[in-house]
């Protein structure tokens, strides 16, 4: 439903011809949510823009010669379904080698292709239980978190675009196998190697501190929240001086990096009252000028109304003949070109680059 189809469609926004395999009933994202600009399904439009789609029963021989008509003159196949249903359908390189020795195939699963659990179901938030993300997100005193975005999702997406072009400019064509377990647990990289090799267990902090880093994490203002990253020591003497607190710059408790880490539970508290006596804004005010990190914690759609957001053209607007749908556009911009944006594409809207005799065997 999303991690399949934001692949392609990052490499569709960057120029790539993409032709989404639907089947007969067409993608089941075509119907979830109740949002929709004319015909258009607003969530299967968020991830399914700039490609084509054709309509492949892959269960019946009249699919396969399909699907073999297209591997023939592709650079790569992605799949985003199970192992027993990717080996079932003749999706695997070893499948389709016979027609295009130099076809990549991706394979996006849970588990992988051939591990114990391959075939066990897998969607984001099971990945997030998992992998241990959601015992490390959250308040120390509250349940268990997911992230509140499909964040294994969309990064084995990523990974799975990355695998690709890397075999393409291989120039040698293969299995690429992919697994969202993997991809959440190289993303715990400096957490799972202090375990690994110090046995340091990863711990929830309050206001979604940084483990090493203090003081680093968000903080209540007079009006609402803040998110403070202090980094390095020059950060450190720039915001006690403004904060009328010079003698911490040479405090052998708070003056280091790690002298703060050892006295976080203090620092925190003291730095917590004085952000409470001014407003978020006048804290922004005060703090970006001296360079350092600060951020107010924004609303998903304040920040999608933001002028960060407008000058990085971010919202876009895609014509349709029903309507303009505004979405969130591709992140990688290429300095001389311009970024085209089509149309999700109608069920079988493309069927005619199959080829009718392979479409339906006459």
Same mark, same amino acid.
Request: with cysteine; charged share 20%; net charge negative.
């Given at each position: 439903?999303?991690?399949?189809?934001?692949?392609?469609?990052?490499? #569709? $926004?960057?120029? %790539?011809?993409?032709?989404? !395999?639907?089947?007969?009933? +067409?993608?089941? &994202?075509?119907?979830?949510? /109740?949002?929709?600009?004319?015909?258009?399904?607003?969530?299967?439009?968020?991830?399914?823009?700039?490609?084509?789609?054709?309509?492949?029963?892959?269960?019946?021989?009249?699919?396969?010669?399909?699907?073999?008509?297209?591997?023939?003159?592709?650079?790569?196949?992605?799949?985003?379904?199970?192992?027993?249903?990717?080996?079932?359908?003749?999706?695997?390189?070893?499948?389709?080698?016979?027609?295009?020795?130099?076809?990549?195939?991706?394979?996006?699963?849970?588990?992988?292709?051939?591990?114990?659990? #391959? $075939?066990?179901? %897998?969607?984001?938030?099971? !990945?997030?239980?998992?992998? +241990?993300?959601? &015992?490390?997100?959250?308040? /120390?005193?509250?349940?268990?978190?997911?992230?509140?975005?499909?964040?294994?999702?969309?990064?084995?997406?990523?990974?799975?675009?990355?695998?690709?072009?890397?075999?393409?400019?291989?120039?040698?064509?293969?299995?690429?196998?992919?697994?969202?377990?993997?991809?959440?647990?190289?993303?715990?990289?400096?957490?799972?190697?202090?375990?690994?090799?110090?046995?340091?267990?990863?711990?929830?902090?309050?206001?979604?501190?940084?483990?090493?880093?203090?003081?680093?994490?968000?903080?209540?203002?007079?009006?609402?929240?803040?998110?403070?990253?202090?980094?390095?020591?020059?950060?450190?003497?720039?915001?006690? &001086?403004?904060?009328?607190? /010079?003698?911490?710059?040479?405090?052998?408790?708070?003056?280091?990096?790690?002298?703060?880490?050892?006295?976080?539970?203090?620092?925190?508290?003291?730095?917590?009252?004085?952000?409470?006596?001014?407003?978020?804004?006048?804290?922004?005010?005060?703090?970006?000028?001296?360079?350092?990190?600060?951020?107010?914690?924004?609303?998903?759609?304040?920040?999608?109304?933001?002028?960060?957001?407008?000058?990085?053209?971010?919202?876009?607007?895609?014509?349709?003949?029903?309507?303009?749908?505004?979405?969130?556009?591709?992140?990688?911009?290429?300095?001389?070109?311009?970024?085209?944006?089509?149309?999700?594409?109608?069920?079988?809207?493309?069927?005619?680059?199959?080829?009718?005799?392979?479409?339906?065997?006459?």
């Amino acid at each position: 439903m999303l991690m399949g189809p934001y692949c392609g469609m990052l490499l #569709a $926004d960057l120029g %790539a011809e993409v032709i989404k !395999i639907e089947p007969p009933e +067409g993608d089941i &994202s075509r119907s979830i949510g /109740p949002h929709r600009i004319g015909c258009h399904n607003v969530y299967f439009a968020s991830l399914n823009r700039n490609k084509k789609s054709v309509v492949i029963d892959l269960s019946c021989e009249q699919g396969q010669q399909a699907l073999a008509h297209l591997a023939a003159g592709a650079h790569g196949l992605i799949t985003n379904l199970r192992p027993a249903a990717i080996k079932k359908l003749r999706l695997t390189y070893d499948d389709l080698k016979q027609w295009n020795p130099r076809l990549v195939c991706v394979a996006l699963t849970g588990y992988g292709l051939d591990s114990p659990w #391959a $075939d066990r179901p %897998a969607y984001d938030y099971v !990945i997030q239980a998992a992998t +241990g993300i959601m &015992s490390l997100t959250g308040d /120390p005193a509250g349940p268990p978190t997911k992230a509140g975005y499909s964040i294994i999702d969309n990064s084995t997406a990523i990974m799975g675009a990355l695998g690709l072009l890397a075999r393409l400019v291989q120039g040698t064509g293969g299995q690429v196998d992919v697994a969202m377990y993997d991809t959440a647990l190289s993303q715990l990289n400096y957490l799972a190697g202090a375990w690994l090799n110090a046995g340091e267990k990863p711990a929830r902090l309050p206001n979604s501190a940084h483990p090493y880093i203090v003081p680093a994490q968000n903080f209540r203002t007079r009006d609402g929240w803040l998110t403070l990253f202090i980094t390095h020591d020059d950060f450190w003497r720039r915001f006690c &001086s403004e904060i009328q607190r /010079p003698e911490w710059a040479a405090d052998p408790t708070f003056a280091t990096m790690a002298a703060r880490s050892l006295n976080r539970d203090r620092l925190v508290q003291v730095i917590g009252e004085i952000f409470l006596t001014e407003t978020t804004e006048r804290w922004l005010q005060r703090l970006r000028p001296l360079g350092l990190v600060v951020e107010r914690i924004e609303s998903l759609e304040s920040a999608l109304d933001s002028e960060t957001t407008r000058s990085r053209r971010m919202i876009v607007e895609i014509s349709t003949e029903e309507g303009g749908i505004r979405a969130v556009g591709n992140p990688i911009k290429n300095t001389d070109t311009e970024e085209i944006y089509r149309p999700p594409p109608h069920l079988d809207e493309h069927d005619s680059v199959i080829g009718r005799s392979t479409k339906y065997n006459v």
